[in-house]
Nanobody
Framework: QVQLVESGGGLVQAGGSLGLSCAAS????????VAWFRQAPGKERELVAA????????YYADPVKGRFTISRDNAKNTVYLQMNSLKPEDTAVYSC???????????????????WGQGTQVTVSS
């Protein structure tokens, strides 16, 4: 079992920055793919960014490319999402998820992730 806890959400003005953390416990996740999803009120959950454990295995959704950066520190069992140039449309509950990845890649589909955090609210004011 893996437990995930997100932190770092909050309220920020448009154009500002926030950094989210996803800390894992229960099992080392150096061989896990980790992803950040978000869900805004009335909208479907969407994949924001994902990272595998093989070199260069990262994914960014088009709306966040060039503004968000996903990274991982396996020694700390933590994955980060640095969000810059935030826009009001980035407002959502952000959740991290992870699953074992035997070949080091990430996954795009939420149903392939076995473990989820509780989510953290990010609100961007205009």
């Amino acid at each position: 079992q893996v437990q995930l806890v997100e932190s770092g959400g909050g309220l920020v003005q448009a154009g500002g920055s926030l950094g989210l953390s996803c800390a894992a416990s229960g099992r080392t996740f150096s061989r896990y793919a980790v992803a950040w999803f978000r869900q805004a009120p009335g909208k479907e959950r969407e994949l924001v960014a994902a990272i595998g454990w093989s070199a260069g295995s990262t994914y960014y959704a088009d709306p966040v490319k060039g503004r968000f950066t996903i990274s991982r520190d396996n020694a700390k069992n933590t994955v980060y999402l640095q969000m810059n140039s935030l826009k009001p449309e980035d407002t959502a509950v952000y959740s991290c998820a992870c699953t074992y990845s035997p070949y080091g890649s990430y996954y795009s589909r939420g149903e392939l992730y076995n473990y989820w955090g509780q989510g953290t609210q990010v609100t961007v004011s205009s």
